[in-house]
């Protein structure tokens, strides 16, 4: 099978890899694991909390070239964009720009469900979702 000239660009030339300094509470981590394969995706986002916009984002993802292009490509997407813009993004976005046959579909599922659990986490510090997790506690 051949990767996309995109995809190749993307695993040759990772944009934004790396994380970010532990205990930086503008910051909201995404962890998920494909169970299909294995493969496991860490995404993250900075947000500036004057402007609620994501103003970076990193990722390490151990996986295979279609992952790594999708974390790639979604952290350069998410920059400049509100949480809520954030979640917007479609996996069938990603698979697009990166032209993935079918069997790569989940690579790119992986990253859009990589930056919801990153806007989640953030939310869940900020207290956006604090009820949901006192409900939880009290139960
Ligand atoms: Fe599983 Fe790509 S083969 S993430």
């Known amino acids: ?10 695993y040759e030339n990772p944009r934004n890899v ?3 300094e532990k205990g930086d509470d503008s910051v909201g981590t995404g962890m998920v694991g494909a169970p299909a ?10 947000v500036n909390p004057s402007t609620g916009l994501i ?3 990193k990722f390490k993802t151990y996986g295979c070239g279609s992952a790594i ?8 997407w998410v920059k400049g ?5 954030a979640l917007d993004i479609k996996n069938t ?16 599922i ?19 979702a604090g009820e949901a997790a006192e409900q939880k506690q009290a139960a």
Do not use: N, R, W
Not at 93 to 106: G, R, S, T
Not at 110 to 128: C, P, R
């Open 18 to 20: 790396g994380s970010f």
């Open 81 to 85: 964009k509100s949480l809520d813009q």
């Open 37 to 46: 394969c294995g493969d496991v995706m860490k995404l993250q986002i900075k």
């Open 55 to 57: 103003e970076d984002a």
């Open 1 to 10: 099978m051949a990767y996309s000239e995109k995809v190749i660009d993307h």
């Open 110 to 128: 992986l990253a859009e469900d990589a930056i919801k659990a990153a806007v989640q986490d953030y939310k869940a510090k900020h207290g956006e």
């Open 93 to 108: 976005q990603i698979a697009e720009e990166l032209a993935l046959p079918p069997v790569k579909i989940h690579c790119s």
């Open 69 to 76: 292009a999708s974390s790639s490509l979604i952290t350069e």
